[in-house]
């Protein structure tokens, strides 16, 4: 597999396998960091989560395995392998897992 700085290039994957659970524990993998925005894997244990927080930039999340709980400016939504939400620039929001889950964040800063 060809890797540059932080991402894999011009070969096929997995995305559930570029990323390992560890417990207790929320993992994060960057695939691509560029001035436009980032592509990053995550990978949660269950209960684990992210504390509420904002973001300057709108930032779409797809669940690749697994559910979990994705709160944004205190509405809750339930999301479970192969849905999507975004979370809206300056929105507060957090996220918790409700099972391990693995999940990919795409931020767009312009």
């Known amino acids: ?18 990323i390992n ?22 990978a949660f244990d269950n209960q684990q989560g992210l504390s509420e927080h904002t973001a300057p930039y709108d ?3 797809y669940i690749i395995e697994g559910k979990a709980e994705v709160t944004i400016s205190d509405k809750s939504l339930r999301l479970k392998q192969g ?14 897992a409700k099972t391990k889950f693995k999940m990919l964040l795409t931020m767009i800063r312009a």
């Not at 597999?1 to 570029?18: F, I, R």
């Not at 524990?25 to 990053?40: E, M, Q």
């Not at 979370?87 to 929001?93: F, I, S, T, Y």
């Open 1 to 18: 597999m060809h890797q540059s700085k932080n991402a894999l290039t011009a070969e096929p994957a997995k995305l559930k396998d570029l």
């Open 59 to 61: 930032a779409l999340v």
């Open 21 to 42: 659970y560890q417990t207790g524990s929320v993992v994060s993998r960057t695939l691509i960091d560029k001035t436009a925005g980032t592509i990053t894997l995550f």
């Open 83 to 96: 849905e999507i939400t975004i979370m809206p620039a300056n929105e507060p929001h957090a996220l918790t």
